[in-house]
């Protein structure tokens, strides 16, 4: 995938425009920002001559101990903030647009390469951007991690009161803007399969990449695979899952395999890394199935290091995904020497697809997982096998090597 990255070329990487949804912080006049958003501007900052990066700006922090100032980012003398401000509602959107794209269109004029993220519909300047710098005849690219307007969708269908009424009212008109925006892309950045073959049919030059902030260090090492499927060899199957606990993640279908597993009498231990909407209908889901000496939600976890830790001493990643999106916990998850065994989809069969370290059933098929987390739980050589084969999987997979693509794929088309 990266063997064209040693011909770089340092002469032709100038300055680049970049619009992130994530957003920046702005507490007691200083510009905070989340490690993974200051890991990834400093590899582009070490791809281009300077950078000037538009972020959505929040007011405040609610906690700085899980955020960094942007002054701290290597290479930061390279690198220009230019906040925009949030506008998710259409009356806002509407008041500050004119002053946006004013600012907008200054920074197109001041880059010479453009790539904006996509996702939304109100307040989202990278599609915004996309536009001013087609009128303006300028050639840009568009990077998105999955199909927002899918997302979306979903969430129309499994929502409630006005936020599932709002995602009804605004995921096909998303859906058009998507389209329109990445048609005039010069270069699409698609990250993950599942990204790539739902967008690259309305795209001149698609490119399946990955955004990703696994180093190369963060890799299980020989020594402690070793140890690691040692150990898997007897004791409790332990299952791990990290992200939001949200209906796109399936969650609630992940409590019921783990239910049916119990009731098989399998010895297992799992938990589930994260926050989000549906954690207290886990909770009381993981009661009534008496589960609670099993089951652990510690909720969010702000520190990488423990949730790779978590990861490595994983025997197994159990996932549901419900919806088109390439979740970089999947990657994080080979990367540690953890199989994968969840719901097909593009991007988990296409991570998959060099060394197969992992099992893959359709969607909702959850008596599916249970027969797969079964066999592996009374054939530890099949597991052993298919941590050698996660690793295998993960090998090309580290921040500098997918931000370096990125860059080059930028260089190359615009």
Not at 8 to 33: A, M, N, Q, T
Not at 105 to 117: E, G, H, K, P
Not at 251 to 280: C, K, N, Q, Y
Request: overall charge positive; glycine content about 8%; some cysteine.
């Amino acid at each position: 995938m990266f063997d064209h990255l040693q011909n770089f070329d340092s002469k032709k990487s100038k300055k680049l425009l970049l619009y992130v949804h994530v957003p920046v912080y702005r507490d007691s006049g200083e510009l905070l920002i989340e490690p993974q958003a200051a890991n990834g501007l400093r590899l582009w900052s070490r791809n281009f001559d300077h950078i000037t990066v538009m972020q959505p700006l929040r007011a405040g922090a609610s906690d700085r101990t899980a955020l960094q100032p942007v002054s701290q980012i290597p290479g930061a003398d390279r690198i220009t903030f230019d906040p925009l401000p949030m506008a998710y509602r259409p009356d806002r959107f509407l008041r500050e647009l004119p002053a946006v794209r004013r600012k907008i269109r200054n920074n197109i004029a001041q880059a010479d390469y453009l790539c904006f993220s996509l996702g939304g519909l109100w307040g989202d300047w990278g599609a915004v951007s996309s536009i001013l710098a087609h009128q303006n005849g300028r050639r840009y690219s568009v990077w998105t991690d999955r199909v927002e307007s899918q997302v979306t969708r979903h969430k129309a269908r499994t929502g409630q009161g006005r936020a599932a009424l709002r995602s009804k009212l605004t995921w096909r008109p998303m859906a058009a803007l998507e389209k329109w925006v990445i048609r005039r892309a010069a270069l699409g950045l698609f990250h993950g399969r599942e990204t790539y073959d739902a967008y690259a049919p309305f795209c001149q030059q698609p490119q399946l990449v990955h955004d990703i902030h696994v180093k190369k260090s963060d890799h299980i090492g020989p020594d402690d695979l070793i140890r690691k499927q040692q150990q898997a060899g007897s004791g409790p199957l332990r299952i791990v899952y990290a992200g939001r606990a949200d209906p796109m993640k399936g969650p609630l279908d992940w409590i019921e395999v783990l239910a049916t597993l119990a009731h098989r009498g399998m010895d297992f231990r799992a938990s589930w890394l994260g926050d989000g909407p549906l954690l207290a209908e886990m909770r009381s889901a993981i009661n009534a199935a008496g589960l609670a000496d099993k089951v652990e939600l510690p909720g969010f976890v702000n520190d990488r290091g423990t949730v790779l830790k978590a990861l490595q001493q994983a025997h197994v990643m159990l996932f549901c995904h419900k919806t088109p999106e390439s979740p970089r916990c999947l990657i994080e998850s080979l990367a540690s020497g953890t199989p994968l065994v969840g719901y097909e989809g593009a991007f988990a069969a296409d991570l998959l697809s060099g060394h197969g370290g992992g099992r893959l059933v359709q969607i909702n098929d959850i008596a599916g997982l249970v027969d797969v987390l079964t066999s592996l739980a009374k054939d530890k050589a099949q597991l052993a096998d298919l941590m050698d084969r996660a690793v295998q999987d993960a090998a090309p997979f580290h921040d500098e090597a997918v931000f370096a693509h990125r860059s080059q794929l930028i260089r190359d088309y615009l």
